[in-house]
């Protein structure tokens, strides 16, 4: 079987040694919003009663942030 997409988040998190605040500040990059509790119901382990399941929405959204992040935003297009 494949990676879950809390694999994946995990995997990331700790590739770029990611606190939780800096979570928030990426996601906020792209005017997603998440807060720690969020954060935290994610990084569970799967038999955690509050454990939740990233969606593909809430990946798409860090790894758009995370691209701004690590490159800086797109350059404008010059206009013809």
């Known amino acids: 079987m494949g990676l879950s997409n809390n694999d994946i988040f995990k995997k990331l998190r700790v590739?770029?040694?990611l606190r939780d605040s800096d979570i928030i500040d990426i996601?906020?990059?792209?005017?997603f919003k998440v807060t720690k509790g969020e954060?935290?119901?994610i990084f569970r382990n799967e038999d955690?009663?509050?454990?939740?399941e990233c969606g593909d929405q809430f990946l798409r959204n860090f790894l758009n942030g995370l691209i701004i992040h690590l490159?800086?935003?797109m350059p404008e297009k010059e206009k013809k």
């Open 27 to 31: 996601c906020a990059l792209v005017d």
């Open 39 to 41: 954060i935290g119901a």
């Open 15 to 17: 590739a770029h040694k």
């Open 48 to 52: 955690h009663p509050k454990y939740v």
């Open 71 to 73: 490159r800086g935003p």
